[in-house]
């Protein structure tokens, strides 16, 4: 079997950069000396420095600079090459227990003069706000990110924590009151004392605050007892192959020849219609009860998800699954429409006689409803799916990164699937617009509505167009038709009408003039490499050591060894299949991930403002240890930095009005907007006033070995300000990755 379609799980980690440049800070000081700060190299990353010789690549400003498939198929991005004169290799620093004097160390530079997290934890220079946003911290503090939560039975059953009432500090806004947040992520990295190989092997654990009134919170964790689970709880070891490469017990016997994979549903929440769903983007969700967070199985989405392995062969449905493939993988990433009211998300399965990857689109009422066909479009040429998506008025936006698989060391059970994803960068990133069903491009025009009518448009084709090489991209703020609004900032879109500033600053939108000029433009803003290594790199992350002090587990992985994570801008014309992909303007130099925007204004031309986790200032990889606000009409960046000792998780938004797509509040406070909204339908919303809602692990001197977990509410007009409210766990739980906010969800 050749052809192969995996999970790619790796995402949601922030990532490195093997050779690092000092970048100029936005503080009033010079930019440091080149430094390659003793950094470690793994295969990986000699791969990588290997691929570059001694260029690195920098992206700087709009350049065309060649073109694809000919005259017609122009890529135009966007780079400009520096040559170092210095080999980015360094020899792997020796294990020592011996601290680096504070007066010894080169200020001011990327990990403070050290390889990135080795500082010692007690070092004072973690303290230092003088470092904040200089990637200075420690990786005995992280490495907790990744430790094994500890499962305990009574009565012969695994029991989580369960209903803890949490101390709070501050006031939580009441907007929260009556609402849950679930949070999902892997927390179990170990089954009969085996450790497991790579964290992202993680069974997932759902976390639930449930607000009530005032500053009463009551948390509840639980893993998701899949059936994988439960018989791996049974018998206290793996079961199943993790798709990173733990494996089951009996070497090569045990492994070989046994493809079944780990529904690990360890990911994201869906939640929609009353429903709760824990996803795994190489599995089908999994329904949890809303309140217990009990199990409930796995579901198909009412028939959309046929079982099996993600593969088919191309055979009738029956001798498919009498062979147990031919099955459907849900994305981990739903999006909810503000536009429609709707919940969208898309299947997809690996077409071995093709290799291609055939995805289909499905669009969800609040009752689970469906008006219109599901919409299916084949990704060439795909081995892998992506693992995000976009959602705009009029389309879906997919960005296909380009990864391959080798399938020899997965079959023979020498290898995970993820380990067996081979990157290709030197191939195009693949972004396909597929146009959504019951929307028409909007055409300028002078007919009446009559004649409109008599003569509706045919729908818009599906377009897949060839991006930048040397890409990957991870995570999708959000997408919007037409070309970014705004003409004042950035590069790129020069020939965008600029709209109209007040004196006081604020910017007065003219939508209709702008989405009527370019109605063949897509603009997406997503989280990505720049520096896509050739070889596989997933597996590689997994393990880090050695370091100067002990560490909590070697699963953590190491952000010397993983590349740097941007915010990049993609406008898309789908006439003439241009593509430009830009740095957002103002993000340069940030290393970000998790970036979103106020759920009632995604999708829309007019959305000004992206929040994400912030790592550091220096364009290069490291934990995330801040949040920011990008405003993509100024370029300006609002920063909030949690110290070096406290490590950060994605927001979730929460408007301030507490209108909801699809949530029970609108109707709970008179808001109900039905099935059909429009752009209009929230209108009066403002963007900025919105709640900010986060994990964070804070190892400061005062807390408990380990560290201690908290959940943090942020202002979204004012993110510098700080946490108005945390609400305190008395333990550390593991690193997260996605959630959802459910108003009206405690019971
Ligand atoms: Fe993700």
């Known amino acids: 079997m050749r052809h192969v379609s995996f999970v790619f799980g790796a995402k949601d980690l922030h990532t490195c950069h093997a050779q690092v440049f000092p970048i100029a800070r936005n503080r009033d000081e010079p930019p440091p000396p080149p430094t390659h700060c003793g950094v470690h190299f793994d295969a990986y990353a000699r791969r990588m420095a290997s691929a570059r010789s001694t260029c690195a690549m920098r992206v700087t400003s ?144 759902v976390l639930r605050f449930a607000f009530g009134v005032g500053n009463d919170v009551a948390f509840t964790s ?51 219609g009353g429903k709760i769903y824990a996803l795994y983007e190489a599995g089908r969700p999994v329904e949890l009860d809303p309140v217990s967070l009990a199990c409930l199985g796995e579901t198909d989405l009412g028939g959309k998800l046929r079982c099996g392995m993600f593969v088919s062969a191309g055979l009738p449905v029956s001798v498919e699954s009498k062979l147990g493939v031919g099955g459907n993988a849900f994305t981990a990433h739903p999006h909810i429409d503000p536009h429609r009211n709707k919940a969208v998300g898309w299947s997809w399965s690996s077409l071995v006689a093709e290799q291609a990857v055939e995805v289909t689109f499905f669009e969800w009422e609040k009752d689970w409803s469906e008006t219109h066909k599901p919409t299916t479009h084949k990704l060439a040429n795909c081995e892998a799916a992506p693992h995000d998506f976009a959602v705009t008025k009029m389309r879906y936006v997919l960005i296909q990164n380009r990864l391959k698989v080798d399938p020899g060391p997965y079959v023979l059970g020498l290898k995970g699937a993820g380990e067996c994803l081979v990157s290709q960068p030197e191939l195009p990133v693949v972004v396909h617009v597929v146009p959504r069903p019951g929307a028409l ?45 705004y003409g004042q900032v950035g590069v790129g879109n020069t020939d965008t009408p600029n709209d109209s500033e007040d004196p006081d600053g604020s910017i007065k939108f003219d939508t209709k003039k702008n989405h009527d000029s370019d109605s063949n433009w897509v603009t997406a803003y997503t989280a990505g490499w720049d520096e896509l290594g050739a070889g596989s790199f997933l597996g590689e992350w997994s393990r880090s050591e050695p370091w100067p002090f002990p560490i909590a587990t070697p699963l953590s992985p190491d952000f010397n060894n993983i590349p740097r994570t941007l915010l990049w801008r993609y406008e898309v014309n789908l006439n003439t299949k241009e593509v430009i992909r830009t740095v957002t303007p103002g993000c340069e130099n940030l290393c970000i991930d998790h970036p979103h925007v106020n759920p009632l204004f995604e999708g829309k031309r007019q959305c000004r403002f992206v929040y994400a986790s912030l790592s550091n200032e220096m364009k290069t990889s490291g934990p995330p240890l801040g949040y920011c606000r990008v405003d993509l009409v100024t370029g300006d960046v609002a920063k909030w930095w949690a110290g070096n000792k406290t490590f950060c998780e994605e927001l979730v938004i929460v408007p301030k009005s507490g209108r909801w797509v699809g949530g029970d509040l609108d109707e709970a406070m008179g808001n109900a907007l039905g099935g059909n909204n429009t752009d209009d339908a929230y209108a009066d919303e403002k963007e900025e006033e919105c709640w900010l809602v986060g994990m964070l692990a804070e190892h400061g001197s005062g807390e408990k070995e380990g560290g201690v977990s908290c959940l943090a509410i942020f202002d979204g007009a004012d993110l510098a300000r700080g946490p108005v409210a945390k609400i305190k766990l008395k333990h550390r739980v593991p690193h997260g990755l996605h959630g959802a906010f459910v108003p009206g969800m405690r019971k």
């Open 222 to 272: 639980r893993f998701v007892r899949t059936d994988e689970f439960t018989e791996e709880s049974f018998v206290d070891a793996t079961a199943r192959r993790g798709p990173f490469g733990t494996p089951k017990p009996g070497g090569f016997s045990g492994n070989a020849f046994d493809l079944r994979q780990k529904n690990l549903a360890n990911t994201n929440i869906l939640a929609w």
């Open 62 to 205: 709009p350049r065309r600079v060649g073109r694809v498939g000919g005259t017609k198929r122009v890529t135009r991005f966007i780079r400009v090459v520096r040559a170092s004169s210095s080999s980015p290799t360094k020899n792997v620093p020796a294990p020592t227990t011996k601290k680096t004097s504070s007066s010894t160390r080169t200020p001011k530079t990327l990990g403070w003069g050290e390889r990135r997290g080795a500082i010692f934890p007690d070092d004072p220079l973690l303290l230092d706000e003088r470092t904040f946003g200089y990637c200075v911290y420690s990786h005995a503090d992280w490495s907790y990110a990744y430790k094994s939560v500890a499962l305990c039975k009574t009565d012969g059953d695994d029991v989580d924590h369960d209903l803890e009432q949490c101390a709070v500090e501050g006031t939580i806004p009441a907007v929260l009151n009556g609402g849950v947040l679930y949070r999902n992520g892997p927390a179990l990295f170990t089954r009969g004392g085996v450790e497991y190989k790579h964290m992202l092997d993680g069974d997932g654990m």
């Open 441 to 485: 491009p909007e055409k300028e025009t002078t007919e009446t509505d009559d004649e409109k009518r008599r003569t509706e448009p045919e729908p818009e084709p599906a377009v897949s167009v060839d991006g930048p090489s040397r890409s990957f991209e991870i995570h999708v703020a959000f997408a919007h038709d037409g070309r970014p609004i």
